[in-house]
């Protein structure tokens, strides 16, 4: 396993992700500020309005998402990645490789 290439890999995918509803959401904020939509976008504030939570929520998922790939990697350069950060155990890799970003082990992120 190579946990590296897997947080860089869903370190792209999040920034994709952030840059995308950060886009959105831009879109969204001149639409509504001077009162006409874009072609891309739906001209009923209520769609506007809709879509923007689900947007914003899908934009702090993915930096809170960012924020865990960015401290795993400074665990890989501190060489103490894999090791729970709250009890100092072995996190197992089997947790590692379906979370590569996890920094507790099983019994601690509970
Ligand atoms: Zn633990």
Known sequence: MDAEALLLARRD???????????????????????TADDEHD???????????????????ALAGLDEVDRALERLRDGTYG??????????????????WADRCVACAV
């Not at 992700?17 to 969204?28: C, H, M, P, R």
């Not at 197992?92 to 590569?100: F, H, N, S």
């Open 43 to 61: 001209p009923e504030g209520s769609t506007l309005s809709s879509d923007w939570s689900r947007i914003t929520s899908l934009h702090s998922t």
């Open 83 to 100: 090791v729970c950060v709250s009890c100092g155990a072995r996190i197992p890799d089997a947790r590692l490789e379906v979370r590569p």
């Open 13 to 35: 995918e999040l920034l994709r992700a952030i840059g995308v509803s950060g886009d959105e959401l831009a879109g969204i904020r001149v639409a509504r500020s001077d009162g």
